[in-house]
């Protein structure tokens, strides 16, 4: 896909979802999909770019970590941490697409490109049943980067064969309760806990 391909999204598509991508044709293993990478338009935010994360994005992501709030690692982390942990840096960009989606968002900000947002659907080990997560700047949350990002993921496991996409939220998690609600995911609350299970499951 080049550039220009990846600019018709706009054009096309209010919802910014790429319908061509054919992630599960990706070559095996540890390879970067790298011929992946496409623009969208976003009000309030400008040309957004979307690419899967490689693991040469180490540095990209520590930055787009520490533009999180304490408050935004622990919904997105169930617990607090400074830094993200090394273990951890590479588990998110050593990514083995076959089995697990991971896209960023980059924005050019003063001429210098910036990690904003990570979205990522990983494959359990209930077959046809992946997990998700997706966390986005603070400053650059309520902008649509973060539905941007999870449809995108979401349209790329309908098209490998998953049968249900699920996630877990926390009940103060107000705004991904809504993006849920606003992607069409069954919202559950689950017994015996405070978290809540966001389901949504594919034809
Ligand atoms: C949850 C999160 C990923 C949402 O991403 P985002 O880019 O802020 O969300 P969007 O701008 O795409 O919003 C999508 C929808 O969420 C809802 N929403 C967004 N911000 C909201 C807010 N401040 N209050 C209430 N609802 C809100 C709205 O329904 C919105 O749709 P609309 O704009 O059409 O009304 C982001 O806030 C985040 O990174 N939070 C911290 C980490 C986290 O909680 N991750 C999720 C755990 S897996």
New binding site residues.
């Given amino acids: 896909m080049d550039r220009e391909a990846g600019l018709k999204v706009t054009a096309e598509e209010e919802t910014g979802v790429y319908q061509e991508l054919e992630l599960p044709s990706m070559p095996p293993g540890f390879v970067y999909p790298d011929h992946f990478e496409w623009f969208v338009e976003l009000p309030d935010v400008g040309r957004l770019k979307v690419r899967p994360i490689r693991e040469q994005d180490a540095a990209l992501l520590e930055d787009l970590f520490k533009t999180l709030t304490p408050h ?1 690692v622990y ?2 982390f169930f617990s607090f941490f400074r830094r993200l942990p090394p273990g951890m840096l590479e588990r998110f960009t050593r990514i083995d697409y076959r089995h697990e989606i991971a896209l960023v968002g980059l924005l050019k900000e003063y001429g210098e490109e910036k990690m904003v947002a990570d979205a990522r659907v990983v494959e359990t080990a209930n077959a046809g049943t992946a997990e998700f ?4 700047s603070d400053h650059l ?7 941007c990002l999870l449809q995108n993921c979401l349209e790329i496991a309908r098209k490998r064969g998953y049968q249900r996409i699920y ?1 877990i ?1 926390l009940p103060e ?4 309760l ?2 849920g609600r ?1 992607l069409g995911f069954t919202i559950r609350h689950i017994t015996g806990s405070r978290e809540y299970e966001l389901s949504r499951a594919f034809e």
Avoid: D, P
Avoid at 141 to 147: P, R, S
Avoid at 173 to 176: F, G, L, R, S
């Fill in positions: 935004s919904l997105r997560s997706v966390m986005v949350q309520g902008k649509g980067i973060g539905a996630g939220v998690n107000k705004q991904m809504a993006l606003k």
